[in-house]
């Protein structure tokens, strides 16, 4: 069986054109079993950070975040005022925007 000249290209391009597709096939899966190995990673990490978080209640309990507060009231030496001014900022606003416009425009309509 003789090859010519055409048939011997023909099997040479068809080589070369296989390389990049087989290229494209272990990045493929090299990026799958990446995905895979840190999806796993990610879910044990999870799991021992929840189980250490599970041994300890009470460091979700309302007081230690009541007490953790004034802790830090005390260290940044802040006053009640500035606080309640905090909450003020935080309070939701109103919805009717008129009461807000007439005391602003009251004392220039005046």
Do not use: H
């Not at 054109?17 to 796993?40: A, C, H, Q």
Request: include cysteine; glycine fraction near 0%; aromatic fraction near 10%.
């Amino acid at each position: 069986m003789t090859l010519t000249i055409r048939s011997k290209v023909l099997l040479l391009s068809l080589t070369l054109f296989s390389i990049p597709y087989v290229g494209y096939e272990y990045v493929r899966e090299m990026e799958k079993y990446l995905r895979d190995n840190l999806e796993t990673s990610l879910e044990d990490s999870a799991r021992a950070l929840a189980s250490v978080l599970n041994e300890r209640p009470l460091l979700f309990a309302r007081r230690l975040v009541s007490k953790m507060s004034a802790v830090i009231r005390q260290t940044l030496y802040l006053s009640n005022i500035y606080w309640e001014n905090i909450a003020a900022i935080y309070t939701p606003c109103s919805l009717c925007a008129m009461s807000e416009w007439c005391t602003v425009m009251r004392p220039l309509c005046a």
